[in-house]
């Protein structure tokens, strides 16, 4: 079966339609009001029980860009107008001031007030204090919020009032410690600047310091020209050290003379002229006389003489260039002396000059350390002169406020409403959601191109009747529901095109202990009202019918028959209650798959087949053992139990897309122990199946 296009998990359509939203609204309008109604109510008592707040605010201005500011000694250089801002706000706002404040109001307003804990906590305190810049100005706005109007406008004036003599005296300590600390300390920089000039002085006079930058700049020129004059004298000494090489590999006059270099000498040139005509004088007295006249010995004795000399030439030529190549070598040597003489000489040139610009930095950054500390002495006794001057200008003087600023019950009251409609809301969709998971099952297995043929219902405990596992006769609305589903399954199964002719109905699961042998027994009896069925318990690794009927595991059964100890008769169980033979398991072997792929096998259900109308399998699980690869030859489907309580959706997506790539027959899927509302069970079904 090859696998058609797989639905994802995650897009699988759970979409509700418009009309299915109102509808579902309409239904269920009474959740909605009672939500929203007990939320509603609920918020109005918390609302009620809300104390009324109130807030009084005063405009300040800190003065910009002065000269008598005292937080200027606070901090080095000139501050800017945004920096003084945030240094007064966040003076207002430490934990010191606040102290100062509290000890105040105490005294001020009296002891009869009710002090809550916003005045018996510094860090309470400062919370309820709001500090906004006014933008595009130099003022501040302090509010403060209480429960008792009065009390609010009381207290951020008195924020105001205050901050102008705790900055003072903040400030006024601070600056004669710095008085005398300044003083001290300008002696001190003074005295170490002039050790470190008259340090600068000797030193200059010492090294003449003067030639020094110039004798670094020569020196560097020098050193660049040696290494030039060395990689040039380098360069020849490689190509004569070749040449030479070369003419060492030509030992012969003759195989030399192919050599550029030396057929371009003039002496060389005349001279193996002068041999190649002597050979070819001599080539043409080979052909008149032997080797033993006179002529042919004259003339090879000429030959001779001229190879000589030319021999004599290239040691010549070769003794002077080696000679040539050793002063190359000897002036390489003398540049290599010169410069490392050069490259010490800079080296000590270059050290002296970094100690030269080491004094210089030392003695500038002391000079202005020096004006620096004298700025600031300046600045402290200016302070101290001025010391009833403040920087701080009270704008608007805070007044009683009239109405609480909070809490706006109104818009509190509006927001739990739509509040609890939300949340009524959340509690009918997750619902509807979770309502829905089913469908996502049903629409993974047909994306698989599977057949849905019903579904199982969860059945709190299942009664036992008997010896068995059978359906309760009691009137019990899960077991009516049950027995319903069997029932529905069974006609599907009966009436469907390709189940109406295969009597071999094969029952398997993807993992043990989903269901397949209950399911196999109650269809069973379902169909044994209207036809004659046999159940075959083809599980061969436990003995699942047999215990659930109430017999004995040792019944012979299966095992038995198709090793010949026992008859047909002596293994068929004719079940009363089932109303249908069953065909055991029997005695469990080692290894199952040599009982189902005998012959005998093939040959028991052909002749089951013509005495029976069905014959239902109870096999293996799918991915258990490989018995159902034996069992899937002898039928033309498999139908497939699948409890949706023990695979999520990606579990099984992952599970189907192993059955269609090991190709086998399941063509057809049960869904069990889906949880249902008994009313709302037969709709659901029709709509899913939709």
């Not at 012979?556 to 209650?577: M, R, S, W, Y």
Request: charged share 25%; aromatic share 8%; net charge neutral.
């Amino acid at each position: 079966m090859n696998k058609p296009a797989v639905i994802s998990p995650n897009n699988v359509d759970t979409s509700i339609n418009v009309g299915d939203l109102l509808g579902l609204l309409w239904v269920k309008k009474w959740v909605i009001i009672l939500v929203t109604g007990t939320v509603f109510l609920f918020g109005l008592l918390f609302i009620s029980k809300l104390p009324d707040i109130y807030s009084a605010s005063t405009t300040i201005m800190v003065k910009g860009d002065r000269a008598d500011n005292p937080l200027k000694t606070l901090v080095t250089g000139q501050i800017g107008a945004q920096q003084e801002l945030d240094t007064t706000i966040k003076l207002i706002k430490s934990i010191q001031f606040a102290k100062v404040l509290i000890d105040k109001i105490k005294q001020q307003y009296g002891n009869g007030f009710n002090y809550d804990k916003v005045l018996n906590d510094e860090k309470e305190f400062i919370k309820v204090l709001s500090i906004q810049p006014v933008p595009n100005t130099h003022m501040l706005e302090l509010s403060f919020e209480h429960s008792d109007a009065k009390f609010t406008a009381f207290v951020v004036n008195l924020i105001a009032s205050s901050f102008i003599d705790y900055e003072l005296s903040l400030m006024q300590p601070h600056a004669d410690k710095s008085d005398e600390w300044i003083r001290t300390k300008i002696q001190e920089v003074k005295d170490k600047l002039d050790e470190e000039e008259n340090k600068l002085n000797d030193f200059r006079q010492n090294n003449n310091i003067v030639d020094i930058v110039s004798f670094v700049s020569l020196a560097k020129q020098d050193i660049s020209q040696l290494h030039e004059q060395k990689r040039t004298l380098t360069l020849e000494a490689e190509k004569l050290a070749r040449v030479i090489n070369t003419l060492a590999n030509h030992a012969n006059p003759d195989s030399a003379m192919v050599i550029s270099q030396w057929s371009d000498v003039e002496t060389l040139k005349i001279l193996s002229k002068q041999k190649a005509k002597l050979e070819t004088e001599l080539s043409q007295i080979k052909l008149r006389y032997l080797d033993k006249h006179p002529k042919y010995k004259a003339k090879v004795t000429e030959i001779e003489g001229t190879r000589q000399q030319l021999a004599l030439e290239f040691e010549k030529i070769s003794d002077g260039l080696e000679h040539k190549l050793n002063e190359i070598n000897q002036s390489i040597k003398s540049l290599d002396l010169n410069r490392i003489v050069a490259e010490q000489q800079l080296e000590q040139a270059i050290l002296k000059n970094l100690e030269f610009e080491k004094i210089k930095r030392s003695v500038s950054a002391t000079t202005q350390l020096l004006e620096s500390i004298t700025a600031k002495q300046k600045e402290v006794e200016l302070f101290k002169d001025i010391h009833h001057a403040s920087s701080i200008i009270i704008v608007d003087p805070a007044i009683e406020p009239e109405k609480p600023v909070r809490p706006k019950r109104a818009l509190l009251a509006t927001v739990v409403l739509f509040f609890g409609f939300v949340l009524s809301l959340l509690v009918i969709f997750i619902a509807k959601i979770l309502g829905n998971s089913h469908k996502k099952y049903y629409q993974l297995v047909r994306a698989y191109d599977l057949d849905v043929l019903g579904e199982l219902p969860v059945v709190s405990r299942f009664r036992r009747y008997k010896r068995g596992l059978i359906f309760s006769n009691e009137n019990e609305g899960d077991y009516r529901l049950f027995e319903e589903c069997i029932r529905s399954i069974r006609t599907r199964m009966l009436l469907s095109d390709g189940y109406e002719q295969d009597k071999i109905i094969a029952i398997s699961s993807l993992e043990p202990s989903e269901g397949k042998s209950n399911f196999a027994l109650l269809l069973a009896k379902s169909i044994s009202e209207v036809e004659e069925v046999i159940v075959i318990d083809a599980d061969l690794r436990e003995h699942s019918i047999t215990v659930k009927l109430g017999y004995e595991p040792s019944h012979p059964g299966l095992t038995n028959f198709l090793a010949k100890t026992h008859t047909f008769e002596q293994c068929v169980i004719k079940d009363p209650t089932l109303k249908a033979d069953v065909f055991a398991s029997g005695i469990l072997p080692k290894k199952p798959q040599l009982f189902l792929s005998m012959s005998r096998f093939d040959r028991m259900l052909k002749a089951l087949s013509k005495q029976y109308d069905r014959i239902i399998l109870n096999c293996p699980p799918l991915f258990f053992a490989s018995d159902i690869m034996l069992i899937s030859k002898h039928v033309n489907t498999i139908n497939l139990i699948v409890d949706v309580q023990k695979h999520t959706v990606t579990e099984l997506e992952n599970e189907l897309d192993q059955l269609m790539y090991t190709k086998s027959k399941v063509n057809s899927v049960i869904f069990n122990k889906i949880k249902v509302e008994h009313k709302n069970y037969y709709r659901r079904v029709k709509n899913l199946r939709k």
